[in-house]
């Protein structure tokens, strides 16, 4: 059981920045793939980024790419999300997941979800 726990989320105004943290405990923290999803009201949870357990490749939806960065320290167990040039639809509850599978673009295939943060950009 890995346990998952987001912090960094706020309201910003357009153009600013935000990064979110995703500490882990419980098991260990380096064999899982870990990712970053968010959900907006009235909308479908979708992938934003994903990082593999070693952090050698990253994924990112096309909507953040170039303005999104992953990272991870497998020593302090915690994932990153550097979220820059933020626009009034990035807002939404920001979650944070592991997982042992693949391909690691695919909500439904993390084993492991936090409880969410909330990520507001203002125009």
């Known amino acids: 059981q890995v346990q998952l726990v987001e912090s960094g989320g706020g309201l910003v105004q357009a153009g600013g920045s935000l990064r979110l943290s995703c500490a882990a405990s419980g098991r260990t923290f380096s064999p899982y793939a870990m990712g970053w999803f968010r959900q907006a009201p009235g909308k479908e949870r979708e992938f934003v980024s994903s990082?593999?357990?070693?952090?050698?490749?990253?994924y990112y939806a096309d909507s953040v790419k170039g303005r999104f960065t992953i990272s991870r320290d497998n020593a302090n167990n915690t994932v990153y999300l550097q979220m820059n040039s933020l626009k009034p639809e990035d807002t939404a509850v920001y979650y944070c997941a592991a997982t042992f599978q693949t391909p690691i673009t695919v909500a439904a295939l993390y084993s492991y979800w936090g409880q969410g943060t909330q990520v507001t950009v203002s125009s």
């Open positions: 990082i593999t357990k070693s952090g050698g490749s990253t």
